[in-house]
């Protein structure tokens, strides 16, 4: 006895003639009659009474009509079921991101993904572009948001957004972002910065190494916390890019001013050792439509940032 068997049974049993139900389900009349003499051998007995207005069900039959339409629908939902959980995107996925971008942006945008991709476990790393360019090289990471500092050979990439890099100082300051500064005004202010070769203190030594000006840097740190502590108290400046401050620009608790022609670029890049596992291009994409949404909502980056 198999599932085919049952629906066939179950038609019989509702048109109440082999022939209707062989047109029903498409089958040669004999094949169908074949089917249901298998199954009366099987149960040793008769499941239809046959006369020439056609067929009706026996007592043996009557009882099997039930069960069999229970099965029938019971194998229906789980099929159902199953094929529903084939599509759904599921998996485990290695993603690294720059610190600067991952409390305004990375971090909103994957606590939306969870919600809408429940089954997607993740594995999330920070670093700076030449750590997470080599990761992925080695096919530690599937995915990786990295700057244009990234030449990775290879290497699967797309842009994802463009965003300024900033000036930065505490609240009392006179600095805002609807009036960018120059590369005279950034030069005269000592500044918190990161360490060689990230690619923010990179891009600002390239715009004012073109007017003639190198940076004052009184204090290099790659921590975020030790930087807003020092410009928060007004002791320093601080140039990074607008992202790594919005969140503090929007509680007033420093002032900020794009610097003009200094914009940072970053892109997705992929492992180029393997095809990109489902979950990741759906990762992927997501996060390129967040990159957009970002920037939309955005509107010191509306003008010089777009995916």
Request: proline share 5%.
């Amino acid at each position: 006895m198999n599932i085919r068997q049952l629906r066939t049974f179950i038609q019989v049993a509702e048109l109440r003639s082999i022939s209707r139900a062989a047109t029903a389900l498409h089958t040669a009349q004999p094949a169908l009659s074949r089917q249901i003499r298998l199954l009366e051998e099987e149960f040793g007995d008769d499941l239809f009474e046959r006369s020439e207005r056609g067929v009706t069900l026996t007592a043996l039959g009557e009882q099997m009509l039930h069960r069999a339409a229970d099965v029938v629908r019971d194998f229906d939902a789980l099929r159902t079921d199953l094929s529903r959980r084939s599509k759904e995107v599921s998996g485990h996925v290695r993603f690294g991101v720059p610190k600067s971008l991952v409390e305004s942006y990375v971090a909103p945008a994957l606590t939306e993904f969870r919600n809408r991709y429940p089954a997607v476990s993740m594995l999330l790393i920070e670093g700076t572009t030449l750590e997470l360019r080599e990761q992925v090289r080695v096919g530690a990471l599937d995915l990786a948001i990295v700057s244009d500092l990234d030449r990775s050979p290879g290497a699967r990439m797309q842009p994802l957004l463009r965003e300024p890099l900033v000036l930065v100082s505490h609240a009392r300051d006179e600095l805002r972002m609807n009036r960018p500064v120059g590369a005279p005004t950034v030069a005269q202010h000592v500044l918190c910065m990161a360490s060689r070769p990230n690619i923010l203190r990179l891009t600002l030594e390239e715009v004012l190494g073109r007017r003639g000006f190198v940076p004052q840097v009184g204090f290099e740190t790659n921590s975020h916390v030790a930087a807003r502590i020092l410009i928060g108290s007004g002791s320093i400046y601080g140039v990074t890019s607008y992202s790594s401050i919005a969140a503090e620009l929007e509680a007033g608790r420093v002032t900020a001013a794009p610097i003009k022609d200094a914009v940072v670029a970053w892109n997705l890049i992929a492992t180029p050792l393997k095809d990109l596992p489902r979950q990741a291009a759906v990762l992927r994409d997501f996060m390129t439509d967040a990159a957009a949404a970002w920037v939309k909502g955005v509107r010191w980056l509306k003008a010089g940032a777009a995916t």
